[in-house]
Each structure stands twice: as structure tokens, then as C-alpha cells.
């Protein structure tokens, strides 16, 4: 069975800090993982996704994410926050040859100026 | 230009109305699926469909149905048995590695 728990609900940070949005995920097989982003009243963007490639998995916007296998951990993190970047994140998980996706239940960022 | 379009962007539904959520994709993806957002909750799945004329019940199928006449359609109705439909429906098509891609999501209200 596969889950995801996403650790903080809200995270606010100010504008050119770093972002650190913290996942974690339980899967029974070798998981692929994703992060999108949704902002107010819109669809879900796809910001990056780790197949069991590389580790380090860099994205759209100044985005990456690193899969840590023994922490159970798919971090997203940027170097340096933008307004833009206000918006509510999910982590995903699906095992592999699974027919659904779970989802972790978000986590709000907020960008201070 | 490829891409997910949704229909209508904002729904609203009298008491004892069922109401159809139009979906459709242009990537030529088998499968396609239907989540339900309430604020706070993530996405919940309602449907799903791997390949035309098939499709099955997701987490929360109660009071919702589908179809999936075309590869590239796959509407949503909300019948008068879900008692509480208010919330922000999203469709999505999957490719053949796994990633799935979204419309820009119906919001179903109540009168």
C-alpha cells in the first residue's frame, strides 16, 4: 500500500529565501513520485516527477526535489523564493504498475515580500 | 496545443438535479480519471477509466457517474443522490510513464 504524508500544511518563508517543503511516502514497490503546484482556482501543474532515475530530480520554476530511499523522504526545495511561487503544493506518490495516484493533502506556501 | 479542457468553470445545481462535468483531452491518453478537492483534503479520486468503454469506481464513487464513449471524453455527472456535491472537480488524463496532466478543474456549487 502506498501513502503520502506531507509534514507542514503551511509554510511561509520571505521573498529570496529558500524553499523547503518536507514529503514523505510509504510504498510497497519502487515508487515514482511527483510534486505539482496548484494555484488559486486552477488545475494542478506538474513542477517535477522521479522514476527511478537520477536521485536529484530538478523541475520547472527553479524547483528540485531529492528521493532519499533510506528516509523515506522527496523533499522540494528553491534556492530562492519568488512571489510568483504562492500556492498550494501537493506530494504524490503511485507504486509501481498502480492504477491510481495518492495524493498528500498539500501544504500552502506563502511568499512575504 | 495539447491540453485537458474543462466545462463548464463554475456549475451550480438546484436540490434534486443531477448535472454533467464535461472533460477532454487532445494527448491521446488511454487512461483518464476524476478527482473531487474540498479545501483542506487534498484530491480524493472518484473514477477512473483505463481504455474506452471500461471504467471503475475510485475512492468516493458514490452519487457520481460516468462513461467513457470516446477515448477523448469522459464527462462526470453529480446525481441528486450525492447529497453533498459543492467542492472543485478536477479531470486528468495519464501518459504511458505514469504522469498525469490536469484541467484547469470545474467548481460545482449549490442554489
Known amino acids: 500500500a502506498q501513502s503520502v504524508t506531507q509534514l507542514d500544511s503551511h509554510v511561509s518563508v520571505s521573498e529570496g529565501t529558500p524553499v523547503l517543503l518536507r514529503c514523505n511516502y510509504s510504498s510497497s514497490y519502487s515508487p515514482s513520485l511527483f510534486w505539482y503546484v496548484q494555484h488559486p482556482n486552477k488545475g494542478l501543474q506538474l513542477l517535477l516527477k522521479y522514476t527511478s532515475a537520477a536521485t536529484l530530480v530538478k523541475g520547472i520554476n527553479g524547483f528540485e526535489a531529492e528521493f532519499k530511499k533510506s528516509e523515506t523522504s522527496f523533499h522540494l526545495t528553491k534556492p530562492s523564493a519568488h512571489m510568483s511561487d504562492a500556492a498550494e503544493y501537493f506530494c504524490?506518490?503511485?507504486?509501481?504498475?498502480?492504477?491510481?495516484?495518492?495524493f498528500g493533502s498539500g501544504t500552502q506556501l506563502t511568499v512575504l515580500p | 496545443d495539447g491540453g485537458i479542457t474543462q466545462s463548464p468553470k463554475y456549475l451550480f445545481r438546484k436540490e434534486g438535479q443531477n448535472v454533467t462535468l464535461s472533460c477532454e483531452q487532445n494527448?491521446?491518453?488511454?487512461?483518464m480519471y476524476w478527482y473531487r478537492q474540498d479545501p483542506g483534503q487534498g484530491l480524493r479520486l472518484i473514477y477512473y477509466?483505463?481504455?474506452?468503454?471500461?471504467?471503475q469506481k475510485g475512492d468516493i464513487a458514490e452519487g457520481y457517474s460516468v462513461s467513457r464513449e470516446k477515448k477523448e471524453s469522459f464527462p462526470l455527472t453529480v446525481t441528486s443522490a450525492q447529497k453533498n456535491p459543492t467542492a472543485f472537480y478536477l479531470c486528468?488524463?495519464?501518459?504511458?510513464?505514469?504522469?498525469?496532466?490536469f484541467g484547469p478543474g470545474t467548481r460545482l456549487l449549490v442554489l
Open positions: 486528468a488524463s495519464k501518459d504511458t510513464v505514469e504522469t498525469q496532466y
Open positions: 494527448l491521446n491518453h488511454d487512461a
Open positions: 504524490v506518490v503511485s507504486d509501481y504498475g498502480a492504477r491510481q495516484l495518492t
Open positions: 477509466s483505463q481504455i474506452v468503454n471500461d471504467f
